[in-house]
């Protein structure tokens, strides 16, 4: 995962040298954080996904799903991913299946395969303000990886509106802002980067956002 977060900040700071080597910092430890919480996300879905599955008698299901989740805590995409891929093929159109998908879909984001990443990435569908947006984000993130930053900026601020809280809309705000500028449209971003002051000036990066404004006026 580290990989590609460096990938995606290096992305980024060959468009935009403007960018200081603090703030790249700052963007990829919030990166490292946002991934981990939507592991942990992941994790408790899948319990939730585990108890629907006992319910209907599913055990084999719940065992496939969690043996490719461990795989994927451990940090061994591969496997993790065949696993996923065998719950999507034999229970695609169930809970587990559409949290595989979700899954399988991170396990081609770490491993770098960012085309097979973003068709998995979209086929999950979520309307939670949590694991929804972040899948989202990581769609975003794989869009960076393919210099389509347009379709990443678009993507980011659907995240955000998804997640609709302090603790994570500011920050799909400010990807999709770096995005904008990544693809030289200054005006898209100053609009995002301004609603982050308007809306979320109390949260870290609103009150440090007025240096990204500043940069594309």
Same mark, same amino acid.
């Given at each position: ?115 097979? %990443?973003? !068709? $998995?990435?979209?086929?999950? @569908?979520?309307? +939670? /303000?949590?694991?929804?947006?972040? =899948? ?50 200054? %005006?898209? !971003? $100053?609009?995002?980067?301004? @609603?982050?002051? +308007? /809306?979320?000036?109390?949260?870290? =990066? ?12």
């Amino acid at each position: 995962m580290a990989n590609n977060n460096k990938k995606v900040d290096n992305t980024v700071a060959e468009v935009d040298g403007a960018i200081s080597k603090s703030e790249l910092w700052l963007e990829k430890n919030q990166k490292n954080i946002m991934y981990a919480l939507i592991a942990i996300v992941l994790v408790v879905a899948a319990g939730w996904g585990w108890n629907y599955f006992k319910t209907n008698s599913n055990e084999k299901a719940e065992k496939e799903i969690y043996s490719a989740q461990f795989l994927f805590d451990a940090g061994d995409y591969e496997q993790a991913l065949e696993g996923f891929e065998a719950v999507i093929s034999e229970y695609g159109s169930t809970n587990a299946g559409n949290l595989a998908k979700a899954y399988a879909g991170l396990c081609q984001k770490n491993l770098g395969n960012d085309q097979e %990443a973003v !068709a $998995l990435l979209k086929s999950y @569908s979520g309307s +939670d /303000n949590v694991i929804a947006p972040a =899948i989202l984000c990581a769609l975003g993130d794989c869009y960076v990886n393919m210099d389509n930053n347009v379709e990443a900026a678009k993507t980011f601020e659907k995240a955000a509106k998804a997640a609709n809280n302090a603790e994570f809309t500011p920050l799909y705000l400010k990807k999709a802002g770096l995005a904008y500028e990544a693809a030289g449209d200054n %005006a898209a !971003a $100053l609009k995002v980067y301004q @609603s982050i002051r +308007d /809306n979320w000036f109390e949260t870290s =990066i609103g009150q440090s956002i007025d240096k990204y404004i500043v940069r594309v006026q």
